[in-house]
């Protein structure tokens, strides 16, 4: 079975503050996905990374898949209120469905 | 096409009670899934559609919890005899059929069974 774990679970940090989150498995994926969701909304993708060592950046988000294409991490530079969300990986493995972690809850302190 | 469409966006019933959810994907996308996402945690796998195809379902999906896709387009959820345990918010997200995943979600129905 897949399992994508992600630490820490919960964040609380000042704004201007750089965070890490990291998203770990022992599996083997495709691909991994990175997500924002809001309170009572869907997640939202915010990227792909497909190829071992890939590093992807959306603006103050940086993000990186590991060599092995068994894990990954997402870096914010300079945070804000407005990245307050979870964040969630996902992993497209050999089968067809996607897997999800159980998420990093982020609070952005004004 | 604006994106994946869920409703209702609130549901509320009584236990026991039957209750259907409805999904419209991204037109183009020809893979559809269905998710449960309890409090404090990541969406769980229940079933995915390939066209009008289901061609997976987790164990999570007892009998009384049924979907299908007629047509290949919209799909609908639907649960039987409701039980507290079913309340969740229910996402549904589509992809295209490929060598990798980008699965775009709703919004999601938030069930709440009293």
């Known amino acids: 079975t897949q399992l994508l774990e992600q630490s820490p679970q919960f964040l609380s940090i000042q704004e201007g503050e750089n965070l890490t989150v990291y998203c770990n498995s022992s599996?083997?994926?495709?691909?991994l996905q990175w997500y924002r969701q809001e309170p009572g909304e869907g997640p939202v993708l915010l990227v792909t990374v497909v190829t071992g060592g890939e590093v992807k950046k959306l603006k103050r988000l940086t993000f990186q898949f590991g060599d092995a294409r068994k894990d990954s991490s997402l870096h914010i530079t300079a945070a804000q209120p407005g990245d307050t969300g979870l964040y969630l990986c996902?992993?497209?493995?050999?089968?067809?469905?996607?897997?999800f972690g159980a998420g990093t809850r982020l609070f952005v302190k004004a | 096409d604006t994106g994946v469409s869920q409703n209702p966006r609130h549901k509320i019933t009584k236990r026991g009670q039957n209750v259907t959810f409805r999904c419209d994907p991204i037109s183009e996308h020809n893979r559809l899934y269905w998710y449960r996402q309890t409090l404090g945690q990541g969406p769980e796998f229940l079933t995915y559609?390939?066209?009008?195809?289901?061609?997976?379902k987790s164990r999570l999906l007892s009998d009384r919890f049924s979907a299908e896709r007629p047509k290949g387009s919209f799909s609908t959820l639907e649960i039987q005899r409701t039980e507290q345990g079913d309340s969740a918010m229910y996402l549904c997200a589509s992809s295209f059929a490929g060598g990798f995943t980008e699965a775009f979600f709703g919004q999601g129905t938030r069930l709440t069974v009293v």
């Open positions: 599996s083997v994926f495709s691909s």
């Open positions: 559609f390939q066209n009008e195809a289901q061609l997976e």
């Open positions: 996902a992993g497209a493995g050999g089968g067809f469905k996607t897997i």
